[in-house]
């Protein structure tokens, strides 16, 4: 299986800072991965896919890089309603794996 | 726009079975996977697998394999997931999703006896 290393697992940030999340995959998926935002007590919701194309809908505050093992989600100016756990996912190779999540909380 | 609607929360003894069901309103799978994810309480996503409707084909992940099964009732848009066996580690909210952007809004499954 493909392992998704995030990092790092907790965040403390305040409104307005620059927020970069990270993913490794273990061995190469191309482009082949989501970023996902999940609140408590909701569905997730993605806001990347094809690792830096923006979901319909998604503020461009929310950008994604990579390519190949390496990919970022990077937060441009952190607001009130992205406090939130974020999780990337590769759907290159079965069985899918997501990364093992990344709180975003308030400082 | 595609909508996926749950079943509700369940409550089983271990060793027993859970079918959990999602229904497509406003439109259908078409020929769209539907995947199943999993999450217990207070830990990350986990994928299970997946069902094409429309030709009823599935993907199991290893650690589920032989313990899950997924169906679908085209005539009802309806996609299923049948966990048995269960024991307390399969407590869990269990979600649907369709091209991964629409989501079920999840079934709590509690496994105690």
């Known amino acids: 299986d493909i392992q998704m290393t995030q990092s790092p697992s907790s965040l403390s940030a305040s409104v307005g800072d620059r927020v970069t999340i990270t993913c490794r995959a273990s061995?190469?998926?191309?482009?082949?991965l989501g970023w996902f935002q999940q609140k408590p007590g909701k569905a997730p919701k993605r806001l990347i896919y094809?690792?830096?194309s923006l979901q319909s809908g998604v503020p461009s505050r929310f950008s994604g890089t990579g390519s190949g093992t390496e990919f970022t989600l990077t937060i441009s100016s952190l607001q009130s309603e992205d406090f939130a756990t974020y999780y990337c996912?590769?759907?290159?190779?079965?069985?899918?794996?997501f990364g093992q999540g990344t709180t975003v909380e308030i400082k | 726009q595609v909508q996926l609607v749950q079943s509700g929360a369940e409550v089983k003894k271990p060793g027993s079975s859970v079918k959990v069901s999602c229904t497509a309103s406003?439109?259908?799978?078409?020929?769209?996977?539907v995947n199943w994810v999993r999450q217990a309480p207070g830990l990350g996503l986990e994928w299970m697998g997946r069902?094409?409707?429309?030709?009823?084909?599935?993907y199991y992940a290893q650690r589920f394999q032989g313990r899950v099964t997924f169906t679908a009732d085209k005539s009802t848009s309806t996609a299923y997931m049948e966990l048995t066996s269960l024991t307390s580690e399969d407590t869990a909210i269990y979600f649907c999703?369709?091209?991964?952007?629409?989501w079920g809004q999840g079934s709590l499954v509690t496994v105690s006896s």
């Open positions: 999703a369709c091209l991964l952007d629409y």
């Open positions: 406003g439109g259908t799978f078409n020929s769209y996977a």
């Open positions: 069902i094409i409707p429309i030709f009823g084909t599935t």
């Open positions: 061995q190469d998926i191309r482009n082949e």
């Open positions: 094809a690792a830096s």
């Open positions: 996912l590769q759907h290159n190779t079965d069985p899918w794996t």
